[in-house]
Structure formats: C-alpha cells, structure tokens
C-alpha cells in the first residue's frame, strides 16, 4: 500500500473511532442562543481545527503512529461539532452537506503532509492546486447557505488557511519546532477572519435567533 | 434518453413557485410530466424520487458553483445519463425511458448523491 493510502486510512479509522466517541456533541450547540454565544463557538472550533490539525501533522511526521491516530480522531471529532453548528442554524440537509466536503479538505492538508515527509515535490503541488480548488467548492457553500457571505471572499480566506497551516507543516518537517508552533498560532489566530465573518454573517441573516 | 440543456428564466414556473411553494412536478407543452430538483447549498431536493417511463426530471442549480447529476455505473437501471458540470441559473433535463432504480451523484463533489427509480 502507498504511503498516501497508509496515511489515509489511519486518518479515517480514528475518524470513525471518535465520531463514536463524541456522539454527544449535538447538545454542545444547544447552549448557542446569541450572536455572541454564536461568535465563540465559531472561534473556538476553528482555532481548535488548526490545532488539531498541526498536532496531527506534526505527529505524522515524526511518524507517531499511536499519536497521530488520537490526533486525527479528535480533530475529526471536532469537524462534526462544526457540522452540527452548521446543522443548528441550516438544517440536517446542510450538516450532512457540510462534513464531507469539510473532511475533503482536511484529506488534502493529509496529502500534502504526505508528499512533505516523503519528499514528493509533485504531491505537494497536487495537494496545494486540490486546496485552492476546494477554496472555491467552501466559498460556494456558504454563500449558498448565507448570501451575506461573498464566495470568493470566502474562498480567499480558505486559500489563506491553506497557506498558513502547510506553512506550519514545512517547519515541523524541517523539524523547526519553535517555528513550527509560531506559524501553528499564526495559523489558528487567521481562522478568527473566517470565524468573525461566518458569525456575523449568520446573525445577520437570522437576526430574531441569534440577535441578543 | 434525452438530455436537454437551459439556461433560468423567470417565466411562469418562477411565478407559480413563489405563489405556491416549491413544485414537485409540472406538465410541459407536450403533456409530459417534469419533475424538479433543486440544487442548493450542495444537496439534491428532493434527493430522492419516483416517477414514470416517459417522465422528465429536471434539475436546477442554485449554487454558484457548477454541479452535475451523474448516473452510477453498475445500476439497476438500464441506462446511463450524465448532466456535465452547468452553473447557478442553469437547468438540465434527462427524459428516462427505461424502468429501473438511477443513483446518481455529482462529479465535482461525489458526497452530493440522489435516487431516481422508474416505474413502468
């Protein structure tokens, strides 16, 4: 089996493992009531996505398997709270819309974290075109959910995460550790864009549930 | 099978839907039944259908990202259809002649999937 697949596999087994695990994360958005509840909860699942996420990387590439397979799990677990919060204010249609095309992305940041250790010029390169292209795939979701939010703004704010976490996942690579967790912060304060704008973006489309 | 490509326009359909709520299914010129699904926010709506031979199914795509409805190879049924990726304010129409279950998905986005099965 390639090394991609290896990767992949692992990844999702512990994927499902704590999908399991966290089956209880619908009740953790019934305590969003206002905008204000909405904007921290927002904030937090997405800085907690880039930490996961470099954690999981970062263990990958010291090739920690047991490590990287908890890390994986969590983060995962923390892309179906992002689901139910999108489910909260959409519907179940768009929960079950948003995960999977939220999981594509995270596939790809496992490519590229892939073709970095193995030294795979040509799979970094892959990985980046398949993460700028899923910027504009995101984009379009949300402004299809929530026309107060333009795609391509949308989408250039993905792009920015892209650069910003594979940034963090060259310095674990070149074992940078110090430089490594400086992008990993630059990298979870960037996501405070995204999560200010989907946020406010949501409030201002549903003003009497999340106005307060 | 046919297979029909068209752009939006606000015409009748657009009026009737605005006075009556979403249609599920219209009757052309000819007669024919046409059946709607929606594309919106990445999801077929409704994501599963039930017609009959002859029938028409139309899909309309509201996402400003370009889309496809796509046949499952290996079906039940006995033929094969593929839309091709067509963008926000377009719509595409296949005719199914033949019985059978179609399961179908999106090429740009393969967690977009739905169901047709025809009756004869």
Redesign the interface.
């Known amino acids: 089996m390639r090394p991609t697949n290896i990767l992949r596999n692992t990844v999702f087994s512990g994927m499902t493992a704590f999908a399991i695990a966290f089956g209880g994360t619908a009740a953790q958005a019934d305590h969003i009531k206002t905008g204000a509840d909405l904007r921290v909860a927002v904030n937090l699942l997405l800085a907690e996505h880039v930490n996961l996420a470099a954690s999981a990387t970062g263990w990958a590439m010291q090739g920690m398997n047991t490590q990287f397979t908890a890390a994986a799990g969590a983060l995962d677990a923390n892309s179906v709270s992002l689901a139910n919060a999108i489910g909260l204010v ?1 519907g179940d ?2 929960k ?3 995960l ?2 939220w999981r ?1 992305h995270i596939g790809f940041f496992v490519d590229y974290t892939t073709a970095t250790a193995t030294q795979d010029g040509a799979g970094r390169s892959a990985a980046v075109d398949a993460l700028m292209g899923y910027a ?2 995101f ?3 949300l ?3 929530n026309p107060n939010l333009p ?1 391509d703004a949308v989408a250039s704010l993905v792009r920015e995460h892209a650069v910003t976490l594979t940034a963090a996942i060259d310095a674990q690579a070149n074992q940078d550790w110090p430089m490594a967790y400086e992008l990993q912060a630059k990298a979870a304060a960037h996501m405070q864009m995204i999560s200010d704008a989907l946020a406010g973006a949501i409030v201002m489309q549903f003003p009497e549930k999340f106005g307060s | 099978m046919t297979l029909r490509t068209h752009s939006l326009l606000p015409g009748l359909l657009i009026t009737v839907s605005i006075l009556t709520g979403p249609v599920a299914a219209i009757a052309d010129a000819s007669g024919n039944t046409v059946h709607q699904i929606e594309i919106s926010v990445f999801q077929f709506q409704p994501d599963t259908l039930d017609i009959t031979v002859g029938d028409t199914v139309r899909w309309t795509n509201r996402d400003g990202i370009r889309h496809s409805a796509t046949a499952e190879s290996g079906g039940v049924g006995g033929q094969a259809f593929d839309t091709g990726l067509f963008g926000k304010g377009e719509m595409q129409e296949v005719t199914f002649s033949e019985p059978g279950t179609y399961s179908y998905f999106c090429t740009r986005h393969p967690s977009m999937t739905g169901m047709i099965t025809v009756s004869g």
């Open positions: 959409y249609g768009a079950d819309a948003f999977p095309l594509k504009e795939d984009g379009a979701f402004n299809a959910a795609a």
